[in-house]
């Protein structure tokens, strides 16, 4: 059981936090980079509890700074992104990209700005996703070495949600298998997934059996059940500190895929999703058209520039995700429409941290067990003894994930299939992968 403390460990992120401090040992997605143009519009960015304001000056370089500007505290959200650096609109004190204070104008004396800071942290950017690095270290670590960072930058695409619910949740909606074939697929057919015959072993069989190991980056983990005749159909996945997973959505060849669920505060969260074109591939994106509830559809609403206005979905909570029960009494599980939607639901109905003293746990809930313990036990290393995860200080480490499902003969070892599954896989840049075993 997860007590209340270990559940405020778990899930409290701000300044100080065990988690918070811990998540600030790494590059954390916050932004996409075009959302960032050089002297446009600052953007309102809120991150581990933080509110910073995130900018490109003229030269392209990117900024995150602290909202209050260190003068008199008037938030910078209101400054004018020009030549170089952001200029406080109250007493029009400007500052560049790594805080340095260029100017003071209401200030005689021409030295003054030498003695000013603004709290700024570490900003960089890979193949459209902005990264801030929040922790203490003069040199930060790389970026992290999935697959998704290593592709070109014109093969990958992004993509960003809002959730109303505590980042903890949605990472471990991602870890909970099981609920594939029931949630997302509980009204569909064998003969409706003809098409597509990995599917169909998992509505064949909702309760499947699992395998785990723990790994450099965090945990690798499969879940199997039978296919044909003497082959099992095995679903792996992926977590990866402090935040990341590879869910296995589509078959290992082309799964080229990255999910992070960011936490912006302890109850609101950023869902960062990267894949590589041609991770969904059209025979299964055949396979799966015209079966209700299982569209890749996302209507946003339009961004606005709140704390909490940007990729927010048009089917919410507010309107119960636009949930229609006929179509649930008669076509789909849910009667809501997009699987990832459907994730969202569930997760923001658990409430925004949800209380996880009261759980009935099931042995189809390992991954979350597991994972819970692996977060805690890295969140008291840092915090009490100063040490960190392998993971926050070799980010090649992520070199060899990916998520993916295959059908593999029953006497063969899992991790075995895997390996040798990615090595066998295009796009990876092999120098780079190391096995999780
Ligand atoms: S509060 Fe920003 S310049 Fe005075
Ligand atoms: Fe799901």
Not at 165 to 191: K, P, Y
Not at 246 to 261: G, H, K
């Amino acid at each position: 059981m997860t007590t209340i403390s270990e559940n405020e460990t778990l899930t409290r992120v701000g300044p100080g936090t065990p988690m918070g401090e811990l998540m600030r040992q790494y590059w954390v997605p916050c932004a996409g980079s075009s959302e960032l143009k050089a002297d446009g519009d600052p953007v309102r960015i809120m991150i581990l509890g933080e509110k910073l304001i995130a900018f490109r000056d003229s030269s392209g370089k990117l900024g995150i700074l602290d909202q209050r500007c260190p003068h008199r505290r008037a938030s910078l959200f209101y400054g004018r992104n020009e030549h170089g650096g952001i200029r406080c609109v109250y007493h029009g004190w400007k500052f560049d990209t790594d805080g340095n204070c260029l100017e003071t104008q209401n200030v005689p004396n021409a030295d003054y700005n030498k003695r000013i800071k603004a709290k700024a942290y570490r900003a960089a950017e890979r193949n459209g996703v902005v990264y801030v690095y929040m922790g203490a270290k003069e040199e930060p670590p790389a970026l992290p070495g999935f697959e998704c960072n290593q592709v070109p930058e014109e093969d990958l695409f992004v993509r960003f949600t809002f959730r109303e619910c505590n980042w903890l949740q949605a990472v471990e909606g991602e870890l909970d298998t099981s609920h594939v074939g029931i949630m997302h697929f509980g009204a569909v057919t064998r003969e409706q997934l003809a098409g597509d015959p990995m599917q169909s072993y998992m509505v064949a069989n909702k309760a499947p059996e699992y395998e785990i190991k723990e790994t450099p980056y965090g945990y690798i983990y499969a879940a199997y059940r039978p296919a044909d005749g003497e082959e099992l159909y095995w679903r792996y996945g992926h977590f990866s500190l402090p935040f990341w997973t590879s869910p296995p959505i589509n078959q290992m060849e082309t799964n080229v895929l990255q999910r992070a669920f960011v936490p912006m505060d302890d109850t609101h969260t950023l869902f960062v999703s990267m894949f590589k074109k041609g991770a969904y591939p059209e025979s299964r994106v055949q396979a799966q058209d015209g079966i209700a509830g299982a569209s890749q559809n996302f209507p946003y609403l339009p961004n606005s520039t709140d704390w909490y206005g940007r990729w927010r979905l048009r089917a919410n909570a507010s309107n119960d995700y636009e949930l229609d029960r006929e179509v649930q009494r008669t076509k789909s599980f849910t009667g809501i429409e997009g699987v990832q939607l459907q994730d969202q639901a569930v997760q923001e109905s658990m409430g925004a941290i949800t209380d996880r003293e009261s759980e009935n746990l099931a042995p189809s809930d390992i991954m979350i067990v597991r994972v819970r313990r692996l977060l805690l036990d890295a969140a008291r290393a840092w915090k009490e003894e100063g040490k960190l995860h392998f993971s926050a200080e070799h980010p090649e480490a992520y070199g060899g994930v990916r998520g993916g499902h295959l059908v593999a003969h029953r006497d063969r070892d899992w991790l075995e299939t895997y390996a040798k599954a990615i090595a066998a896989a295009p796009w990876q840049d092999l120098g780079k992968v190391k096995s999780p075993a």
